[in-house]
């Protein structure tokens, strides 16, 4: 885990920051919803896809060719909604149309490579893979300052963390091409958590999109500003989730009730220590980073950062259910939850503003977390039952 939170600060107190001291609040809030929009499919699509590996390889045979072949389809849909995207926002140097969609694939790449850390759980070249990824991420905000792409800081961050998982790994080796007998079961199970994977991520980073197109950039950066340092919380969801998964993968017992409830405690835990370390810290670090944002973004702070950290919490658990309920559940409680924030925040905000809005998402993923909890219980197995099996 150090290595994600290293690279958790580079992106959030690093990156972000140069970005918004050269280009001002209004563009920094157009940049942060071109960057939203490039994580709902690059992390759908390669955190999908890492899933039902990790998922996939407790049930039947696969092979690489199986999920390189996906990737493959992943990779055409990725630059195909890159230059979507810049068409419809507009506003972009000619480059950009190249250097968008490739900074998506290899985004997707790298949010996709690490399983294979995962899946032998070697988390020291996990450590060195987000390590590198980190480095090399630092390194090109100096080519950013030169060149005014904001793009090629992505690409020369996520390019070196793939080619030392090609260099190292399994994952890209041959079959490189050639699929299994099960290719059919293994691109359903892409597609399921690819789609589970788009819900989750489209509520999580279309918040930026909606309040650039209602109420403008410069209001897309206060809200993000608002909840940064949950929002850095937040996105150490996707790795971590890995980590949980690759363990749960070789937990060969059945998850009882008492297991999950556990789990719920634990989570429940670090969801309350980090709000509590969070709320205190948050007014220093934006003022420090974002001193011309601070004014407006303080007092969204409580419910910015609290419903950022409620989700956080929700998808440790989102994951952990995956054990043992199968891909559908994921798609119905993110199904769930993206017709409730469609159906709430979206009239809130058009009606009451940003503040509103805030206060509504957080209603939303309470929620979701609400729905997690339920559905674990009722699939989690009874310890009676469990007895039965084992006598």
């Known amino acids: 885990m150090a290595g994600l939170v290293i690279y958790n600060c580079v992106i959030q107190f690093f990156v972000f920051p140069s970005f918004s001291g050269a280009i001002g609040a209004e563009e920094f809030g157009n940049l942060l919803t071109l960057f939203a929009l490039l994580s709902v499919f690059s992390v759908s699509m390669g955190s999908g896809v890492n899933f039902s590996r990790l998922a996939v390889s407790t049930r039947f045979e696969s092979s690489n060719g199986d999920y390189n072949l996906f990737l493959i389809l992943c990779g055409a849909a990725c630059a195909l909604a890159a230059t979507v995207t810049l068409f419809v926002f507009g506003g972009q140097k000619a480059l950009s149309f190249l250097l968008f969609p490739l900074a998506g694939i290899l985004y997707m790449l790298r949010c996709y490579s690490d399983c294979e850390f995962k899946l032998s759980l070697n988390y020291r070249r996990f450590f060195l893979y987000y390590l590198i990824l980190s480095a090399s991420t630092a390194a090109g905000v100096t080519v950013f300052r030169l060149s005014s792409y904001w793009e090629t800081v992505f690409i020369i961050g996520e390019l070196p963390a793939v080619l030392y998982v090609v260099s190292v790994g399994k994952i890209y080796k041959r079959p490189l091409l050639k699929p299994s007998e099960n290719r059919r079961h293994v691109f359903r199970s892409c597609m399921q958590l690819v789609l589970s994977q788009a819900f989750s991520n489209f509520i999580l980073n279309s918040d930026r999109v909606l309040i650039k197109t209602i109420l403008g950039g410069t209001d897309v950066a206060v809200f993000y500003v608002s909840s940064l340092l949950g929002k850095a919380t937040a996105l150490l969801t996707g790795p971590l989730e890995g980590v949980v998964i690759g363990y749960l993968v070789k937990y060969g017992k059945p998850i009882t009730r008492r297991f999950f409830a556990l789990c719920i405690l634990g989570s429940l835990a670090i969801g309350a220590a980090a709000f509590l370390v969070l709320i205190p810290v948050a007014p220093f670090a934006v003022g420090l980073l974002y001193p011309e944002i601070l004014g407006e973004a303080q007092r969204y702070f409580l419910a910015a950062n609290g419903g950022q950290i409620v989700f956080f919490v929700s998808n440790l658990l989102l994951v952990i259910i995956l054990r043992f309920t199968g891909e559908r559940y994921q798609i119905l409680v993110n ?33 979701r977390l609400a729905s997690v909890t339920v559905i674990g219980f009722l699939k989690a197995a009874p310890r009676d039952k469990i007895q039965a099996v084992l006598s």
Not at 352 to 361: K, N, P, Y
């Open 335 to 367: 199904g769930i939850y993206i017709t409730l924030y469609f159906a709430v925040c979206i009239p809130v905000l058009l009606k009451s503003g940003l503040g509103a809005f805030i206060t509504a998402v957080l209603a939303v993923n309470l929620v």
